[in-house]
């Protein structure tokens, strides 16, 4: 949307945690850190699991990731003068970043404020504290608080834009398919920590995400499974992970044969392991609707793509042709056998042009 709205002829301030990408950096305390940072995150061992979930599901409202926000936003408000603004689009998960619509349009009444939704988050949210009744029903009330106050909301799934119409009835919605746009070729140097693979025999499968980190029902357990089977009918074959993975993924992670976990990248540096990548693996929850979201990248990079779990509309019949397992799909990445999906995606100027044509309405 970034580059669409741009392509435009709009000026439009990135505000994110990668600094490489950032018009305005938002330091956190996770995304940018060197993997060495990343793996000190492990469990407090003083402490049992469940006390440490129960003790953050009481203190993080509408997540884990609200400290950040309200930094971020203060952040914001030191170094963008805000009145020099018309808009302002978040985009979540997490969805403690419309905290940040919400106040600068409570601070500026005259800004639109865009809230786009890629997951669900009140009816069916991807995290397992929030079916719990307390928070449904707390976050449910913070959410309608929020929401109401946002000039255009949209969607990657119809069905997201009911469940905010529910909240926000009284607030245009648009829905807009999951898009992305080729980086081509970029300046970033990756080092040897995080692309290890120089031998030529190597085939390289690349998964970008998280697994219980943003779905609860999205288990590491296959995809390490799968490429097991699949390395002992390959042993060249190699798996590289990069993402935020819960203390235990990791270690399931560092016990797999072959497969090696990097921590987080920014999008410039996804890109570039994504261009390097023989395969990419998208590993869904079974029997869900949501998409991950780099599905849209990964069509853009043109490689590939091994499916794990439920298998996108958008390229079902694409992989339905091969009738393949994940293992049986990695095996034939290896031997060239697995084409990418080729599938037309919109432009970003024609995705900005809608964007900017519902906020219009929406104002008038």
């Not at 392509?7 to 938002?26: C, F, K, M, N």
């Not at 619509?101 to 009444?109: E, I, Q, T």
């Not at 998964?207 to 499974?225: C, T, V």
């Not at 100027?349 to 309405?361: Q, R």
Request: aromatic share 8%; charged share 25%.
């Amino acid at each position: 949307m970034v580059h669409g709205l741009r392509e435009l002829g709009h000026d439009v301030d990135v505000a994110t945690p990668y600094e490489s990408t950032a018009d305005i950096h938002l330091p956190h305390p996770v995304i940018g850190k060197s993997l060495a940072a990343n793996n000190t995150l492990a469990p407090r061992a003083h402490i049992p699991k469940f006390l440490e979930a129960a003790y953050q599901s009481l203190r993080y409202w509408p997540d884990n990731e609200i400290d950040w926000a309200q930094a971020a936003l203060k952040k914001i408000q030191d170094e963008a003068d805000i009145d020099q603004y018309d808009c302002v689009l978040t985009t979540s998960p997490p969805e403690s970043i419309n905290y940040i619509g919400y106040a600068l349009k409570k601070r500026k009444a005259d800004l639109r404020w865009i809230a786009d939704f890629r997951d669900s988050w009140l009816v069916n949210p991807l995290m397992r504290s929030r079916h719990l009744f307390y928070r449904r029903t707390l976050e449910r009330r913070i959410g309608a608080k929020w929401l109401k106050k946002a000039d255009l909301i949209v969607g990657s799934r119809p069905d997201i834009l009911e469940e905010m119409s529910t909240f926000a009835p009284q607030v245009r919605t648009l829905h807009i398919e999951q898009s992305a746009v080729a980086l081509g070729k970029t300046k970033t140097v990756i080092n040897s920590n995080l692309w290890p693979f120089e031998s030529d025999e190597d085939t390289v499968l690349v998964h970008l995400g998280s697994f219980l980190n943003s779905d609860y029902r999205r288990s590491i357990r296959p995809l390490l499974e799968q490429f097991s089977v699949a390395l002992r009918e390959r042993p060249h074959l190699r798996l590289a992970l990069y993402g935020n993975l819960t203390f235990d993924e990791r270690k399931l992670a560092n016990k797999t044969a072959g497969c090696h976990y990097f921590g987080n990248v920014s999008r410039s540096v996804a890109w570039h392991l994504m261009s390097r990548a023989d395969g990419l693996v998208l590993a869904n929850a079974p029997n869900v609707l949501s998409v991950p979201g780099k599905l849209a990248e990964y069509i853009m990079a043109k490689k590939p793509i091994i499916f794990l779990g439920s298998i996108p509309k958008l390229v079902k019949s694409h992989i339905e042709k091969y009738q393949l397992s994940p293992s049986e799909q990695m095996i034939a990445v290896a031997d060239e056998n697995l084409v990418p999906p080729n599938v037309a995606q919109p432009s970003p100027a024609t995705l900005a042009k809608s964007l900017l044509g519902a906020l219009t309405t929406s104002t008038d």
